[in-house]
């Protein structure tokens, strides 16, 4: 019904960068908010930055200053700038979605399968 595709991970030193994609794509009405998690080996998956539909955005402590989300709205779409990297922002990067299909229905929840960003010292 609803397909979450990311692209852009990979192999980077530190203080390098990297952009992250993810692209919605099937039956969809209207995103109010796409986010980017991350999960680090042997830790809980964490939120790295929301998004809204009007452009609201919040971001981990951990990544203000360093990274920029963004979204194109026209191609549902939505973008992870990644600068200043560090070693510690290593993990499996996810795409998340609230997709509504219809106007009479209420939002459901996408996940992307994941993309492999490693910084290396």
């Known amino acids: 019904q609803v397909q979450l595709v990311e692209s852009g991970g990979g192999l980077v030193q530190a203080g390098g960068s990297l952009r992250l994609s993810c692209a919605a794509s099937g039956s969809i009405f209207s995103i109010p908010s796409m986010a980017w998690y991350r999960q680090a080996p042997g830790k809980q998956r964490e939120l790295v930055a929301r998004?809204?539909?009007?452009?609201?955005?919040n971001y981990a402590d951990s990544v203000k200053g360093r990274f920029t989300i963004s979204r194109d709205n026209a191609k549902n779409t939505m973008y992870l700038q990644m600068n200043s990297l560090k070693p510690e922002d290593t993990g499996t990067y996810y795409c998340?979605?609230?997709?509504?299909?219809?106007?009479?229905?209420?939002?459901?929840?996408?996940w992307g399968q994941g993309t492999q960003v490693t910084v290396s010292s």
């Open positions: 998340a979605a609230s997709i509504v299909h219809t106007p009479w229905q209420g939002a459901n929840e996408y």
């Open positions: 998004i809204t539909g009007g452009g609201t955005t």
